[in-house]
Every structure is written in structure tokens, then in C-alpha cells.
């Protein structure tokens, strides 16, 4: 049955270009000139949530800069939409996608999973089981991309209802927090802070995928040698997405120390004049040396956007 509702679904999802007014034809040439200053990559927005939370009028607004709000809910399987926005000080193509909250289609959803770039979940404050969703597509997340952290944003959404509330919103941003991302309240009905929702989602989507950096650090070590002395060793650092490591050399396939983005308290320049610098974590201080200036400016200025960001 969950074979034929994949290919049922993927039909869907060969017609919704041609159905959904805010597409725009990704099919010319590359050696085409549109005079848009577009970057390279399509970004891939996941949004996630049980059913009838309004994922899809708070989508809907945003893509279209509309207020409009649907008198009835009319369940969704997928729908999508295609647009440009400036992100980080760049035009930016972004496709989202807005997943139906049932548990049908498992094999699609994970297609989805693996190929999004980020992530926007909702739940309603109006249900709780809509919050307790949300760890179970969490966790479905970390399992898919094999990563603790990703890119994504938290929204209680029916802010308008809140005579009817079930769930507090002390309970929305403790989920946040353990997610390491920012917590948003929503009404789809009055149109709040929609726009500001997916704009930062948007945000900290490209800021965490370009941010991908390698290359050759010396680490000042943990322990010491026989001698009492700290170790001075060369590693190479790897920073991909939310999470930093290094191994003995870029050949190396043994992972030796992890560093998850959003545990990161700060990135610290002591000395202008030499190549140090300092990652501050909550148990330990990494201290860094680059092989010169711009090497040094190079991984300070990633690292503290990642985590201004985070």
C-alpha cells in the first residue's frame, strides 16, 4: 500500500509546477542570461507538522505576500513552491515544500528529508499532540541526515486562538532550545510575524550550507606530554553544515574530536598581531593557530556568522 501511495504522490509532484501560480521555469539554458544574480544552488525548504496546524495558509502567504486565509481546512499531500528572495545579502532560489501531516507516503517523506537543505516544523497551540509530533519528525530528520544539528526553526502557530490554548508557549521553547533554534508564534488568521518566520528560516538555511570550509589547523592539545608540556598538533578541520571536526589529515578517515555548531559559546580573536584564535565551548576552550592572517580572518568570520546565527 505505502508503494502505491509513493507513486500516487510522485504524480503529485510532477503536476504542481504547472498548478501553483508562484513557479517560474527553471529550464533554460545555463549559458542563458536572465540578468538575475542568482546563486548556483536551489535551496530546499522542508515544512513539517501534523495536519491541520496551518503549515500550508502560513506557507501560502509567505510565497504569495498575501494575507489570505482559508475559511476550511483542505488537507494537503504536497505542495509546492518555487520563488526567489534575497537571503544573507544575495538573490536566492528556494523551493518549499509543504509535507500533509499524515503518516502516509513514508518512503517520499524521507526523499524529502534527505534532499531538504532546511527545515521550518509547526505545530498548533491549539493541540497538543501537534507538539509531540514534532520530536517524533525530528527525530525522523536526525536519523535520515545522520546529523544532530540542521538548519531550522520552531513555529507555534494559532496565536490568534489562544482562549482555546492547549499547549503553553514555555513548553514550545524548551523544544526549541534542545534544538538549538530559534522559536517562533504565528497566526496564519492575522497574518503575524509570518513573514519574519520564514525569512529567518531562509536565513539560517544559507548561512549553515555555505559555510562548508576545510584545510589545515595546528590545535593546541587536551593532555600533555611526558614532560608536562601542551601538544602543538597540525589537524585537519572540516566545517560542514552545523558541525566542525578534525582528523589527523585530510586523507584520514578516523574523526577525532567533533565540534557541534550551536554548542559553540564563542569565537575569539585574542591578539590582532598573530594567527590565534579561540573557540570557546561549554566544557572546553580550543585554542587555534592558522598559518597566516587570512587563513585565521578566513575561519573566524564562518565560524562567528554560524554562530551569531545558530
Known amino acids: 500500500m505505502n508503494a502505491e501511495n509513493d507513486a500516487r504522490l510522485h504524480a503529485r509532484q510532477d503536476s504542481l ?15 542563458e542570461d536572465d540578468g538575475n544574480d542568482y546563486d548556483s544552488k536551489t535551496f530546499t525548504v522542508l ?21 489570505y486565509f482559508p475559511a476550511q481546512h483542505h488537507p494537503t499531500i504536497l505542495d509546492k513552491f518555487q520563488l526567489q528572495r534575497y537571503v544573507v545579502g544575495a538573490l536566492q532560489r528556494v523551493t518549499f515544500l509543504d509535507w500533509g501531516g499524515e503518516a502516509d ?20 497551540i491549539t493541540d497538543r499532540s501537534s507538539l ?4 517524533e519528525l525530528v527525530e525522523e530528520v536526525r536519523v535520515t541526515k545522520a546529523k544532530a544539528y540542521f538548519p531550522c526553526v520552531l513555529v507555534a502557530n494559532k496565536s490568534d486562538c489562544d482562549k482555546q490554548r492547549a499547549v503553553p508557549d514555555t513548553e514550545g521553547k524548551s523544544l526549541a532550545k534542545s534544538l538549538q533554534c530559534p522559536f517562533f508564534k504565528t497566526s496564519a488568521k492575522t497574518h503575524d510575524n509570518v ?5 529567518t528560516a531562509l536565513e539560517r538555511m544559507v548561512t549553515f550550507t555555505q559555510a562548508d570550509f576545510s584545510g589545515y589547523l595546528v590545535k593546541k592539545g587536551g593532555g600533555r606530554s611526558a614532560f608536562g608540556r601542551k601538544n602543538w598538533k597540525k589537524r585537519w578541520f572540516c566545517l560542514e553544515g552545523a558541525c ?15 565540534i ?3 554548542t559553540i559559546k564563542a569565537v575569539i580573536v585574542t591578539n590582532n598581531d598573530d594567527n590565534k584564535f579561540e573557540i570557546v565551548c561549554p566544557t572546553r576552550t580550543f585554542i587555534i593557530h592558522a598559518k597566516d592572517v587570512h587563513v585565521k580572518r578566513e575561519w573566524v568570520t564562518k565560524l562567528q556568522t554560524l554562530v551569531v546565527n545558530k
Open 105 to 124: 507516503y513514508p518512503t517520499s517523506r524521507r526523499e524529502a528529508i534527505a534532499d531538504a537543505d532546511g527545515f521550518v516544523f509547526v505545530y498548533s
Open 47 to 67: 515544512v513539517l507538522g501534523k495536519s491541520d496546524v496551518g503549515k500550508s495558509s502560513l506557507l501560502f502567504q509567505f510565497a504569495n505576500n498575501s494575507n
Open 17 to 31: 509546477a504547472d498548478d501553483n501560480p508562484t513557479t517560474f521555469d527553471d529550464s533554460e539554458s545555463e549559458d
Open 195 to 199: 513573514d519574519n518566520t520564514f525569512q
Open 260 to 262: 557541534e555548531i550551536p
Open 244 to 258: 566542525l571536526t578534525y582528523k589527523k589529515s585530510y586523507k584520514s578517515k578516523k574523526v577525532l574530536g567533533r
Open 132 to 135: 509531540e509530533a514534532i520530536s
